[in-house]
């Protein structure tokens, strides 16, 4: 099927911790058999509490991390096995944005070099054509011009956030794993990017993995959504389904704890 | 009953760039038994303001002007080793990060005999054993006894912020103050947590001022509510007037700004807190 982009087929990832020289080390399964779809133009949600193996997974189908056994298949090409110019070619096609807008730009260079840096590593593109390009994306995002030349430090968590947004979509991607965009910044803060995540993947077309521990937030943007429990997938259902008839145990006691406004 | 009333509080950070009034003239009441939240973004001073009421304002920072009176007695007129009695007895506070606010060179069961140490000088080492244990016990962390010579970093997020309310909870005191206390935690401890707070509460009588961004945690926990804006109040209601009938306008756009299910549109543009518009220019919503 050609509206398949990722499809991942008994994935695993086990860790070996080293309890002393004598000792068996333990393992942990932190991804521990999982299986499942990413179809072209849809928001696909990965849910679970910290150590569920939300972020492990995202990292395997970004290449920073090597599986154990399992295969991801992108576009029907099995990522695991690729290096060299392929590889390059598969991180053009797949970026990333990243939780925490305070750690993950370089505080030495300017928004301006930190957004063009991806198209100076990986196209032929002139500095003339490059600042064009920056420019452009930094309208898109919904920044000025003029900060053009200014640095992370003097912009808040939702600005640095949109600069995050910015370079991950320089290298014209078709998916974007965002690992809790959102988590890091205010409520209201929150509100606007994900009215800009919104925006652009309908413009561009984009395929989103949507790393959350945020249910509400969770509910709000995505198409479908994979439950992960302990390295397991224990749901894997369209929105409405997850929110109104949860099938597993696990699923239901996420969705009874968030804290809704009632009254 | 009010057990806490706060008059025309100031608290101002002075640097070379000029006079930052993190919290410009507030005044509110924290009554007996209640909880009351503050609310508000980043730099709104919700936290400036725990931090005053415990005393806890340092260098550049200073009080300049207000009253915090508790059952009856201003402390800002007492003296610090007069303060640090308070602290700890009649008003204690649990932070933000259960990861990094217990020491890890001690023992759980020693961090939280070190508050009855200060405060309650008549036990006996015995009878402050038995009592931790109890604590343990309350907080919910399963076989207390074993736990009480555990280093915080053998237990979960969770289990330290349990730890941490055992520590604040340890002399009973009158006034509980939360900061932030589950924002580092995952939805089902938080859930937890807030219901531990609440049966607490219920069961001691504490009073509690919770300060949070969480609208839901609010809707969970608040008897009144406080909305804190650049240093001011905007807004005070009860927690059920200020869900059900917001008024200032910048309470109406951080409402609208979460994505709430069964409330908000799906995929739909959410409402924004809006920086060009100065919400400091319309009427104070005070009930």
Known sequence: MSDVVFKINNLKKYYEISLGLFKKPKIIKAVNDISFEVKKGEILSIVGESGCGKSTTAKLMLKIEEPTDGTILFEGKDITKIEGEELREYRKKVQIIFQDPYSSLNPRWKVGEIIGEPLKLNTKMSDKEIKERVLYLMEKVGMLPEWYTRYPHQFSGGQRQRIGIARALALNPEVIVCDEPVSALDVSIQAQVLNLLLDLQKEFNLTYIFIS???SVVEHISDRIVVMYFGDIVENADVDTIFTHPKHDYTKKLINAIPVIEY | MNLLEVKNLKTYFYSDAGVNKAVNDISFEIPKGK???????????KSITSLSIMGLIDEPGKIVGGEIIFEGIDFLKLKENEMRKVRGRDVSMI??????????????????DEALKLHQKHLSKKERFEKVVDSLDLVGIPDPREKYGEY?????????QRVMIAIAMACEPKLLIADEPTTALDVTIQAQVLDLMNILQEKKGTSILFITHDLGVVSKVADEVIVMYKGHIVEKASAKELFTD????????????IPTPGITKRKAKLDTVDDSVDYLSFPKEIR
């Open chain 1, 213 to 215: 521990h945020d249910l």
């Open chain 2, 35 to 45: 909880t009351v939240c503050i609310v508000g973004e980043s730099g709104s001073g």
């Open chain 2, 95 to 112: 932070f933000q990060e259960p990861m990094t606010s217990l020491n890890p060179s001690y023992t759980v069961g020693y961090q939280i």
């Open chain 2, 152 to 160: 915080p970093f053998k237990l979960s997020g969770g289990q330290r």
């Open chain 2, 246 to 257: 917001p008024r200032h306008p910048y309470t109406k756009a951080l409402l609208h700004s």
